[in-house]
């Protein structure tokens, strides 16, 4: 562990390299997305960012104060981290505890071989351990992973399947971390083709869609500070490139100015902003949904 900024480095610099890649979505005939008859069913899809998607959880919490319950969750990198516990039944003060007390460092264990300077096996045992079920399907909600297919470019979704590794691979940052392998597919971060899966949430048999967006709403008044923020700047460039909120009903993007998407240790605050961002946008929600407001 005490060498991991260099591994750091090292991987930034690689980063700097990668291109965006077409976004066409693909669907292998082995892994379908459910489509359940329901009366207005409702949709939360939750975009990547890296430690910008601590405000999904703002979100969230505002959201289900005011009645909210959803059908549908889809999500991107720390999108698909934050809607998996959620749709597990995680609480807002639950997920705000393992935040508080879970480092991104706990997870940067050097790696020796593979593609990745990092082994991804510290993060697949977390999320095996801390999560209640096995696969995708056996969720309480419908939950759908958008990952990238490194084989061909193109995303690849998920809405079966080990629930654990399939969140992972859709957080697999591309050579900091090696892709996953699954089902005979190569797998990496999401964020790279498909940062907002809405096209999922659809699949699914969404009639409604409120998708939060943490990978792009940031304004360029701050300058990077070191090698850290400028990769992952780059990285959310490379995101904004390929990024559609087509076929949203509704769109929160919480404002994270000032934000480095790497300020995980600034939780409460990216916390907060997706509060504020929802509470901006409960009147349109209420009218969309059609809710009284909560006393």
Known sequence: MKNYRNYLTIFLIFLLLLTPLASETIHSEDVELKNIDKDQKVALVLGGGAAWGIA????????????????????????????????????????????????FTDFLFPSFDGLGFFSLDRMEEYFSEKLSVENIEDLPVDFAVSTTNIDNGKPAIF??????????????????????????????????????????????GADIIIAVDVGGNFRFTRRPQGRIEY??????????????????????????????????????????????AAVDKLPEIRELLGIEPVD
């Open 56 to 103: 999904h959880i703002g979100v969230i919490d505002i959201l289900v104060k005011e009645g909210l319950e959803f059908d549908i969750i889809t999500g991107t990198s720390a999108g698909s981290i934050i809607g998996a516990f959620h749709a597990d039944g995680y609480t807002v003060d639950e997920l705000i505890e393992e935040i508080a007390t879970v480092g």
């Open 159 to 204: 809405s079966e399947g080990p629930l654990a590794k399939l969140v992972t691979a859709s957080s697999a940052v591309p050579v900091m971390f090696g892709p996953v392998e699954y089902d005979g597919y190569w797998l990496a971060d999401g964020g790279l083709v498909n940062n907002l899966p809405v096209d999922a949430a659809k699949e699914l």
């Open 231 to 276: 990769g992952n700047r780059v990285f959310n460039i490379m995101r904004q490139a390929s990024y559609s909120p087509e076929g949203v009903d509704l769109l929160i993007a919480p404002d994270l100015n000032n934000f480095s998407g790497t300020d995980f240790d600034n939780y409460s605050e990216l916390i907060e902003a997706g509060k504020l």
